[in-house]
């Protein structure tokens, strides 16, 4: 999460606007922020009530073992007509690549 919001202003650069969502509650980002991460200046919402239903449109809940009720971690990129045109899911311990991200929505900007 602190990479993606130290890169917000490149993001926002491609029109493009960063936020998560994970299936925690409101408290438990607040406490992730004020003991781990640091503050962030993105959108971080939450899946919570009803319990996943975000994760589970997109299809990135976990349904079985291990850890059964939390959403697989993915990045997603949903264009303005609201067309998923990139979607990667990431092993747990692996990160979003900033680079990736960007590159996948610079082919969506129009060439000049």
Same mark, same amino acid.
């Given at each position: 999460m =602190?990479?993606? @919001? +130290?890169?917000?202003?490149?993001?926002a !650069?491609l *029109? !493009? &606007?960063?936020? *998560?969502? +994970?299936? @925690? +509650?409101? #408290? /438990?980002?607040?406490?992730?922020?004020?003991?781990?991460i640091g503050?962030?200046?993105?959108?971080?919402? /939450?899946d919570? #009530? =009803?319990?996943g239903?975000?994760?589970? !449109?997109f299809?990135?809940?976990?349904?079985?073992? =291990?850890?059964a009720g939390i /959403?697989e971690? !993915?990045?997603?990129?949903v264009? $303005?007509?609201?067309?998923?045109?990139f979607a990667?899911?990431?092993?747990? *311990? &692996?990160?979003? $690549?900033? *680079?990736e991200l960007?590159?996948a929505? &610079?082919?969506? /900007?129009?060439?000049d």
């Amino acid at each position: 999460m =602190p990479a993606l @919001d +130290s890169d917000r202003e490149k993001f926002a !650069a491609l *029109d !493009a &606007q960063v936020l *998560d969502i +994970s299936v @925690d +509650s409101i #408290y /438990s980002h607040k406490a992730w922020q004020k003991f781990e991460i640091g503050e962030i200046h993105i959108p971080m919402c /939450s899946d919570f #009530y =009803p319990h996943g239903a975000v994760t589970q !449109a997109f299809g990135i809940m976990r349904e079985g073992p =291990p850890l059964a009720g939390i /959403s697989e971690r !993915a990045a997603f990129i949903v264009d $303005k007509g609201g067309k998923i045109v990139f979607a990667r899911v990431y092993p747990l *311990d &692996q990160t979003p $690549k900033n *680079d990736e991200l960007l590159e996948a929505l &610079q082919k969506l /900007s129009p060439q000049d």
